[in-house]
């Protein structure tokens, strides 16, 4: 029976398959290119390493981080085929992700990551601003000695690497999540019921689930929509869970997945969900989260996703 993840028409689908390579096909339409276990990838390999306004991530990739992103194909909209998994089938957990594949990586300059003897950065970072107010720094958008000093100290605090005082993304999203830690819905944007809740916070990028007033889970990142493929906002409902789901379009594993919109759902990817390019559409968790949420949620409970995603 086809497990295919869908999202936009099967006319679309079906165009794409007969014009696109077949390497092309097997891209994941919800994030990087992950090998399976089945297909290790070969230490031979090339691994790119694309930029994102500008920067690569600043320390290699592992063996099954190959950081490339596929081919632009569409996040398409119509909804997986839903079937009930055997007993035998809901009995296998998915993989564990390998030795620091949701390593906390940040994106620097290719320069920076060229120097292999880089302390401190000099550069400006994009959220050089927004990291300056968290450190109540004097806030210039400028890159200076102290402010390098302070970035660094922090990144080494919270084994962000290269700790060389760069304001890239990923600082500045585990800041986010440090601030949201206490109370994620201090703003008041996720609906207070008296069931369940999953908040997806797309301006944040932070995904959490209460009840009444009290969190029951997270707030933890993750990665929703890239621009072109934004994750849906408003009121939904779990409406399918599939532990062991596999885009058999696009031959990549989705691990604990949990639908809510059409094709799109909660699931595990193996690699950083701190990857800047997005997803396409779905919400992407580490794999220990999705392994969390998927005995925390329940078919039937809601889903509430606001906001926009940076750059989208």
């Known amino acids: 029976m086809s497990r295919r993840t869908t999202c936009r ?4 689908m079906l165009a794409l398959l007969t014009v696109l390579p077949a390497q092309t096909a ?25 930029a994102v306004g500008g920067l690569v ?12 992103v596929p081919a632009d194909m569409p996040d398409l909209m119509l909804p997986p085929v839903v079937y ?11 993989r564990d992700a390998t030795a620091g594949e949701d390593a906390l990586i940040e994106y620097v300059p290719p320069g ?10 000099r550069r400006t970072g994009p959220y050089q601003r927004q990291v300056e107010r968290w450190l109540k720094l004097r806030v210039d958008g400028k890159q200076s000695g102290g402010d390098c000093r302070a970035i660094r100290a922090f990144q080494t605090r919270h084994a962000i690497r290269p700790a060389t005082g760069f304001a890239g993304p990923v600082t500045w999203a585990h800041m986010r999540l440090l601030s949201a830690r206490k109370n994620p819905n201090a703003a008041g944007k996720c609906p207070v019921r008296a069931s369940r ?17 009290k969190v029951l889970w997270g707030p933890v990142p993750m990665r929703s929509g890239r621009a072109g493929y934004r994750t849906r906002t408003g009121q939904f409902k779990i409406y399918w869970k ?48 999705a ?16 906001g926009r995603r940076a750059g989208t």
């Open 84 to 94: 009930t998994p055997s007993a035998r089938e809901d009995a296998v957990e998915p």
């Open 9 to 12: 028409s099967a006319a679309v």
């Open 57 to 68: 991530p600043g320390v290699a990739p592992g063996p099954r981080q190959s950081w490339q």
């Open 242 to 289: 599939h532990k062991n789901h596999w885009s058999t379009l696009y031959n990549s594993p989705m691990p604990y997945s949990q639908f809510f919109s059409g094709g799109q759902a909660f699931h595990a990817v193996y690699g950083s969900v701190y990857d800047p390019h997005g997803s396409w559409g779905c919400v992407n968790l580490r794999l220990a989260d």
């Open 112 to 121: 920076d990551a060229a120097d292999k003897t880089l302390s401190c950065s």
């Open 291 to 306: 392994r969390t949420l998927w005995n925390v949620l329940r078919t039937g409970d809601r889903v509430s996703v606001w």
């Open 197 to 213: 809740v999953a908040c997806v916070d797309l301006a944040r990028q932070l995904t959490w689930v209460q009840k009444g007033k």
């Open 26 to 50: 097997l891209a994941d339409t919800h994030g990087p290119l992950t090998p399976g276990p089945e297909s290790p990838l070969p230490a031979s390999a090339p691994r790119l390493v694309p």
